[in-house]
């Protein structure tokens, strides 16, 4: 073989390596984004979940009902190709007139603005007749807090956020500290311990001042194991308003800075849509609306 050669194959076979490594790291990203999508509609965070839609998906994300998350389960990532990738997620939900039941949805995720989104319009769903595994997934040997970044959403009555902790360890896991700026935020509820191999929550509430928007803090989680304690460290954003919610409000960021609680609730979106019939009506935002109202009969995401 010529040094020629030689430096071609070598070349060639860095490349190679280079693909393999970033595809890797995208998939890993992947799977993190899917997690913290479906935590966030179990949570009921309807805000925080649109952050993880794609912009031209974003209409169907706030017309279609959605049903109450009891559970969830990735069953499978297929490789990344192109910025892309078909993502199976197992739900068991209350769907209204059928009770708890067991779907699979399989979504389709792309790369956009360096982040993955969720295509809600390519989702496509079927019954599943047992559901297996517990109510969230743990890995094996692998003791971790999610998310991994919190958003408190501004536009919310309860203020409130949870941290699931997930204990894939084979021993109990007890939570011995959350650490928090206590001006601006307490602990609702927090688990003692957690068995091994289950998951529980820390439930967060941010009680500060309502006229600073997109802050940033952090929240530290202890945990105790047999070998010691383990610290998490978790960035928060509290009163965030995304530039997605300042734009369907008809904000702008001026008026989103002076913008007080009790009026963002009563807000509805501003940006108008096609209905099937040629007429026009107003977005409606699911987490923006009064606590009194009642809620329209939901429909399982199709």
């Known amino acids: ?38 935590h966030l509609i179990a949570q009921g965070d309807l805000n925080g979940a649109l952050e993880y839609v794609a912009s031209q998906s974003r209409n169907a994300f706030i017309r279609k009902a959605k049903p109450q998350v009891r559970s969830w389960r990735i069953d499978e990532i297929l490789p990344v190709e192109e910025g892309r990738s078909e993502v199976s997620v ?51 040997g692998i003791l971790d807090v999610l998310p991994t970044r919190l958003r408190i959403h501004f536009i919310s009555s309860s203020q409130a956020s949870t941290l699931l902790i997930r204990n894939g360890l084979d021993e109990e896991v007890s939570v011995v500290d959350v650490k928090l700026d206590g001006s601006r935020f307490k602990v609702d509820s927090k688990p003692s311990v957690i068995a091994a191999g289950k998951a529980d929550a820390v439930v967060v509430l941010y009680t500060g001042q309502e006229f ?20 998490f460290s978790v960035p928060v954003t509290y009163n965030y308003i995304s530039r997605g919610t300042r734009a369907l409000l008809g904000l702008t960021k001026k008026e989103a800075e002076k913008l007080t609680r009790e009026a963002a609730l009563s807000l509805r979106p501003a940006l ?29 995401m199709q």
């Not at 010529?2 to 194959?9: G, H, I, N």
């Not at 989702?123 to 109510?135: H, K, N, P, Q, Y």
């Not at 026009?280 to 429909?299: D, I, V």
Request: proline share 4%; net charge neutral; aromatic share 6%.
């Open 90 to 140: 197992a739900v068991e939900a209350v769907l209204p007139g059928q009770g708890l039941g067991e779907w699979t949805i399989r979504e389709s995720w792309i790369v956009e603005e360096g982040r993955w989104k969720v295509l809600v319009g390519d989702a496509s769903t079927r019954w599943r007749s047992v559901w297996e595994g517990a109510e969230v997934k743990t890995h094996p």
């Open 272 to 300: 108008q849509i096609e209905r099937d019939s040629g007429s026009t009506g107003t977005l409606e935002l699911p987490s923006t609306k009064k606590p009194t109202e009642k809620k329209p009969q939901s429909r399982f």
């Open 1 to 38: 073989m010529t040094m020629c050669s030689k430096r071609t194959a070598t070349f060639t076979i860095a490349i190679v390596v280079l693909c393999s490594l970033a595809a890797l790291g995208a998939s890993g990203e992947l799977h993190t984004a899917v997690e913290e999508y479906w």
């Open 212 to 231: 600073a928007k997109n802050q940033e803090s952090k929240i530290g989680i202890v945990l105790g194991t047999t070998a010691g304690t383990r610290n």
